[in-house]
């Protein structure tokens, strides 16, 4: 419940600060509602026209030239890239040279004829003709004529690119060009060629790389054209030099490494030849010995005169052959057949040795027909490496020529694909809703115009409130006294009209709301006061009260003088002290004459019945100032000030005193020390925080006793809820209308506080 009361009470001081800078709200939110409804009305209205434009992600390719014409379109800065290109300004200026808006009214409109177009225009044309001028001495002729005409094309180039929009459709290849204009029609206009423009622009963009292109691959064909003809003829020339007659891929090498082959195998056949001759010889020599053993030469075997001899024993020898090429010459059977041919080994002796010596020249011939192989080998293998050395260069020169061809041929073949783009008119943008006229104007918008000027005005206004009231660092409310004081408050005192009732010719004045009005709200509000001095003392009332203010013009003096008339009319009997000793007042409220007073009572042995004049009120008193001293602090700090105290409590009961303010000068001060309470009077809305905490300071300082704080001058007509909404409807209604009435017949005599 607590939480909830607080609440409702920060709710109600917000509504309160509103209410109280109603007016700066109110002016605020007038202004900005009425600025933004007369502009709102008498605003050209401009329309919008639309095209939406598809920006594929890939390229529709005629012929194979990606290298060409490839657009890498898979990201995002592809498409970001393309909407700046429609912003820019190359297509503006086609478009304006298109159109040619460098003559429509849309920019250059017609000068108005009255004075105040005349005038300014007059000005302008001044104005430039100073500033070409200035240029003329800094620049050229010609500079400053190219620089005028660049500077007339740039503006029209940036007011053209501002109306520009731009709007991709989310999550699609889908994208709204959209063009603001005076007139509809030429805003359609505008976004159809700006449209077309931008297409166009990017298919010449693609053939102008093609174009470039053919240059390059022109070029690049007549190098790679004097390449192959440099290669053809080094591969000619080596093949000349080296006698190449057939190409070495035609089986060449293939040839000379069969030959080498087969020259391998013939020196490995003469060479097991020439072992088995020399096999056959060696054994035959070695045999001569043992004529026994000759027969076992196959070629005695095999001789025709021996045959003769043995014809006898051919048989004979049929088994030693059979038994020798399975069992060996050293069997046993062998070696048994062996003897039994001795007899035949002798007679034929002679004729073993005729081929032994056939044997020897067989080998012989062998190994001459060996060496012959090896070195025919070896001359072979020669020649298989200069040949294989003449084929790696020359695979080098002919790679370097087939290489050579086949650049130029792909050269040659792009160089037609890329021809035939020149002629090409497809793209990966196109249109696929021209821009329509436009119905409806999109500017300006009057129901959002006036609803945002509305909400703006609001929040300004209430905004501009709460500022004015935080740079307001006056005392205001009840509360402030409180918080930022830390005294008590006992009340407050309305803003009123003094006017009075009895008759004109009364010398008291009419300040003394609660003498001549005591139904008035101000009346009630003095013995509100009032009541709450009495009560502030638990033990008992305090007889002397001393009424202060910390600054000038703060109403210290009539509060004063109304809170006597009230104590003085609940029957106490009262008397006020004009202690302001400075600018006394007390004697013109009250219409006396104050030649003698409380200065002579201090300054002499005067008699202090002669001091005290009789107000007209009953049970109130007055002590006017008297004349005013030289040393008013000295005066009243004295110790006869304490014994007229003294004196003055013995007859009254209650005893009001009006003092200086107090940070102006030490009276207040001083007299502190001599009374029972003082009361602290603050101007609402006008007392600074500042010099209030240093009025209670400096009494606090001195250990007086403070009782609290009157909020004077509060404004009634602002702040009546908060302060006498209860008084409002039970005591002074019908007072209040009488006076208001009153205030209109005339306004005179307006409450105006002196210090």
């Keep these: 419940m607590e939480e909830n009361r607080q609440e409702d009470i920060d709710l109600r001081d917000y509504l309160q600060v509103i209410l109280k800078r109603k007016w700066s709200a109110i002016t605020a939110f007038a202004i900005i509602v009425v600025t933004v409804v007369i502009h709102s009305f008498t605003a050209t209205p401009i329309y919008e026209a639309t095209a939406r434009l598809v920006i594929e992600k890939e390229n529709p390719n005629v012929v194979s030239i990606e290298e060409v014409m490839a657009v890498d379109s898979s990201g995002t800065d592809y498409y970001q890239t393309q909407y700046k290109i429609i912003e820019s300004r190359t297509v503006a200026r086609e478009v304006i040279k298109r159109l040619h808006l460098d003559e429509s009214e849309e920019f250059f409109p017609k000068p108005k004829d009255d004075l105040i177009s005349n005038m300014t225009r007059s000005i302008e044309e001044t104005l430039e003709s100073w500033g070409d ?55 359609t206009n505008i976004s159809n060629t700006l449209a077309r423009t931008y297409i166009d622009q990017n298919l010449e963009t693609k053939l102008l790389a093609a174009q470039d292109a053919v240059k390059w691959l022109h070029s690049r064909i007549e190098e790679e054209r004097e390449k192959v003809g440099v290669a053809e003829q080094a591969l000619l020339r080596y093949k000349e030099k080296h006698s190449i007659v057939t190409d070495f891929s035609s089986g060449v090498e293939k040839v000379t490494a069969q030959k080498l082959a087969e020259l391998n195998t013939q020196v490995v056949e003469a060479e097991s030849k020439r072992v088995e001759a020399e096999t056959r010889y060696k054994q035959a020599s070695a045999l001569m010995g043992s004529p026994d053993m000759l027969d076992s030469i196959p070629e005695v075997l095999n001789n025709e005169l021996i045959r003769q001899i043995k014809t006898m024993e051919v048989e004979l020898y049929k088994r030693v052959s059979e038994l020798g090429k399975k069992y060996g010459q050293k069997h046993p059977r062998m070696v048994a057949i062996e003897a039994e041919l001795k007899t035949l080994q002798k007679r034929k002796a002679q004729e073993v040795n005729r081929v032994i010596n056939s044997l020897k020249n067989e080998y012989r011939v062998t190994l001459a027909k060996e060496k012959s192989l090896k070195t025919a080998l070896a001359k072979q293998k020669k020649e298989s490496l200069d040949l294989n050395q003449k084929a790696v260069q020359y695979g080098v020169l002919k790679r370097e020529t087939e290489s050579a061809r086949n650049m130029y041929e792909v050269l040659i073949k792009r160089f037609k694909e890329t021809t035939l783009t020149e002629d090409m008119r497809a793209g990966n943008i196109r249109v696929i809703d021209r821009a329509e006229v436009p119905e409806y104007q999109v500017k300006p918008r009057k129901k959002l115009n006036i609803l945002l000027a509305i909400i703006v005005g609001l929040v300004t206004g209430i905004g501009l409130a709460f500022f004015f009231e935080y740079l307001d660092n006056t005392i205001k409310i009840p509360e402030d006294v409180k918080q930022h004081l830390k005294i008590p408050y006992l009340g407050p005192v309305p803003l009123f009209a003094s006017e009075k009732d009895g008759n004109p010719g009364d010398a008291m004045r009419p300040d003394l709301v609660a003498f001549h009005l005591p139904k008035s709200t101000a009346s009630e509000s003095f013995r509100g006061i009032r009541t709450s001095i009495l009560l502030s003392s638990a033990d008992s009332e305090p007889q002397i009260l001393l009424v202060c203010s910390a600054g000038p013009r703060e109403g210290k003096t009539i509060n004063a003088a109304n809170i006597a008339v009230t104590m003085a009319q609940s029957g106490s009997k ?23 007073g409380i ?60 003092s200086p303010p107090s940070t102006a000068v030490t009276d207040a001060v001083v007299l502190s020390k001599f009374v029972d309470g003082v009361i602290l009077v603050i101007r609402a809305g006008e007392t600074i925080r500042q010099m209030a905490k240093n009025g209670v300071a400096q009494f606090e300082a001195v250990g007086a006793p403070l009782i609290g704080a009157i909020l004077n001058a509060v404004d009634l007509g602002r702040d009546s809820y908060y302060y006498y909404q209860y008084y409002y409807y039970y005591y002074g209604e019908d007072q209040e209308k009488r006076k208001k009435s009153r205030r209109k017949k005339k306004s005179k005599n307006q409450y105006t506080e002196e210090a």
């Design 574 to 596: 009262v008397i006020i002290l004009d202690c302001d000793m400075r600018r006394p007042k007390i004697h013109k409220l009250f219409g006396i004459p104050r030649e003698h």
């Design 133 to 187: 001028s200035i240029k003329s001495l800094l620049t050229t002729e010609n500079n400053n004529t190219a620089a005028v005409a660049l500077d007339e094309d740039s503006a029209l180039v940036t007011d053209f690119t501002e109306r520009i929009e731009v709007s991709p459709i989310r999550n699609s290849r889908l994208v709204d060009v959209s063009f603001q204009a005076k007139d509809p029609v030429l805003a």
């Design 599 to 658: 200065s002579n009572l201090l300054a002499t042995s005067s008699d202090v019945e002669g001091a005290i004049v009789r107000s007209g009120i009953p049970n109130l008193d007055v002590m006017p100032c008297g004349p005013i001293p030289p040393n008013p602090s000295e005066i009243l700090g004295s110790k006869r000030m304490v014994n007229l105290l003294d004196t003055l409590r013995k007859r009254y009961t209650r005893i009001i005193i009006d």
